[in-house]
């Protein structure tokens, strides 16, 4: 292959999640933040195809709908073969576009994702109007969605007449497009050139998109009844095994693709990292960047805090401890933040250290080791303040509810349902230290942004926040552990009580960000992937 034929200048991503227009999780802020990164460079597009789902308004945000490059004025339409099991079907498929920065977005039109009101899960709205629609349960559609997703972003590339040098498909939702390019006439030879790069963000169990009903997703996807039974993880069809036979697969730090492939933690993920390793599949591991701009306390107005401040310059961070005070006193009379709902307040001590949590409560997040721990810490060294944001399964959030209740906590435990991105700077610039305490984390880039606000992370040391350094950018803990947790905790009390500790500490997080974490850094290392993708197909068909 010439070095011409291995040039990387037409990228196209597939997800589900970009950041400013639909997310639930740190993949909108990966594929926005890589994709902008990359088309960065000079003679290189790169395009994002994602739903239009029913909750982003496309025309206030921008977006046009596309003109059909053979009906000049005519909007674009065209159909998408949705076979069911012996029942041909099609559905329609419009696109709307806007160019963010130097960033192609197509947002794929269709009653399918018109319908949506979340990216994953029903709505409360939702289950009001049609009561089998449960709160947080995901679309019984999922499946479809994700390859009509896949189905009408290979469609558009085609009326658009593209071919593409690379296609990366983010998560379990795009992982079919690789064998579906290279199994199925019409995308086969359209393809040819062109390879693929499958991101594995969260290899857990719930996070594949597998599917069980077999004949449904042959029928549905178009692949052979070989590919489908070769692709079985236990009784289901895997997107993830598809994908490896035919794209380079990667996960979102080195020490995850090593605990998949390597440990007993791929027990948590139905053993997919040992069956991958069974097929001659090795993992990648690229640990996920931060741009540092996007969550600089410096630009206080952008970000929504109270006050600016620079952890690597200030010696005493005033601008810190102003957003510290103003967020103790918002919470401290109940005054109401956007996008969430307060349980419980904060008296308005800056003496006391904060303990911060942003995430979802769910078992993944470690959040029964996180309830334990605090009601623990509570009891025994109640000398601290505790504030947790985010939303998830009902169990957890009454456990939360209940501890704001009882009287022995009034003042010392605020729980904020919900969430926004205003109320998460907040909680970060206030914040001294944040919790982490996740069962298994693939990367992690809640520790970045805390670490860019000032907010020391204490992790449980797994998955990609082995980045995070005992003593020095961070409290870490190993096990699993309730115990484990509190003498962290403890160990971070103590570092508080000393004002230096807690700033070397701070700087040197921020200065490793900068050295190492930077997406012009780590981009580097998706262009060898997409290099090596593209010499893989390249020398299937020379």
Not at 422 to 428: C, H, L, P, S, W
């Amino acid at each position: 292959m010439t070095k011409e034929q291995g040039a990387i200048r037409n990228i196209w991503m597939l997800t589900r999640e970009y950041s400013g227009l639909a997310g639930a999780g740190g993949v909108k802020d990966v594929v926005k933040q890589l994709a902008g990164t990359l088309a960065g460079w000079n003679g290189r597009r790169l395009s994002v195809a994602m739903p239009l789902y029913g909750f982003i308004p496309a025309r206030e945000e921008g977006f046009l709908p596309l003109e059909d490059p053979l009906r000049p004025g005519v909007n674009l339409e065209y159909a998408v073969n949705m076979p069911y099991v012996d029942i041909e079907r099609q559905e329609t498929v419009g696109v709307w576009h806007r160019k963010l920065g130097r960033v192609h977005v197509y947002l794929l039109a269709a009653e399918r994702f018109r319908e949506k009101a979340d990216v994953y899960t029903y709505t409360l709205a939702e289950e009001a109007l049609e009561p089998w629609k449960k709160q947080g349960t995901g679309h019984v559609d999922y499946f479809a969605m994700n390859i009509l997703l896949q189905k009408g972003a290979l469609a558009l590339m085609q009326i658009l007449n593209e071919q593409p040098d690379i296609i990366h498909c983010h998560d379990g939702h795009t992982a079919v497009l690789p064998a579906m390019i290279r199994e199925i006439d019409g995308l086969r030879h359209s393809f040819r050139g062109t390879g693929v790069v499958v991101t594995i963000h969260n290899a857990g169990i719930g996070y594949h998109q597998e599917v069980a009903d077999l004949p449904f997703a042959r029928g549905i996807t178009g692949l052979s009844r070989r590919s489908i039974l070769e692709n079985r993880l236990g009784a289901a069809f895997d997107p993830f095994l598809a994908a490896g036979r035919h794209a380079v697969l990667n996960t979102v730090s080195e020490n995850y693709a090593r605990e998949l492939q390597e440990t007993q933690d791929d027990r948590l993920t139905g053993w997919l990292g040992h069956r991958l390793a069974e097929m001659g599949i090795v993992l990648e591991g690229v640990t996920n960047g931060i741009d540092p701009a996007d969550f600089d306390p410096r630009r206080a107005e952008e970000c929504g805090i109270a006050a600016p401040f620079d952890p690597l310059a200030e010696r005493e961070l005033g601008g810190k401890k102003n957003c510290k005070l103003a967020m103790l006193q918002k919470l401290s009379g109940n005054e109401i933040l956007p996008g969430v709902g307060q349980f419980g307040h904060l008296r308005p001590d800056l003496d006391r250290p904060l303990f911060t949590f942003i995430g979802r409560l769910n078992e993944q997040k470690g959040v029964d080791v996180l309830i334990g721990s605090i009601r623990y810490l509570l009891r025994q060294d109640g000398d601290f303040r505790i504030l947790l944001l985010g939303s998830g399964g009902t169990r957890e959030e009454e456990q939360i509810i209940s501890l704001t209740e009882q009287q022995e906590n009034q003042g010392r435990v605020c729980f904020l349902r919900g969430f926004s991105p205003v109320a998460a700077n907040q909680v970060y610039a206030a914040g001294d230290f944040f919790l982490i305490p996740s069962r298994y984390e693939p990367c992690g880039l809640t520790d970045y942004i805390a670490q860019l606000f000032g907010n020391l992370p204490i992790v449980h040391s797994v998955g990609g926040l082995v980045k995070v350094l005992e003593g020095k950018t961070g409290f870490t803990y190993r096990e699993d552990t309730r115990e484990d947790l509190v003498e962290a905790v403890r160990r971070a009390i103590d570092c508080y009580k000393s004002p230096g500790c807690v700033r070397r500490m701070q700087k040197e997080a921020v200065l490793r960000i900068q050295e190492n974490h930077t997406w012009d850094k780590v981009m580097k290392r998706y262009m060898q992937l997409y290099k090596k993708a593209r010499q893989q197909r390249m020398a299937q068909i020379l």
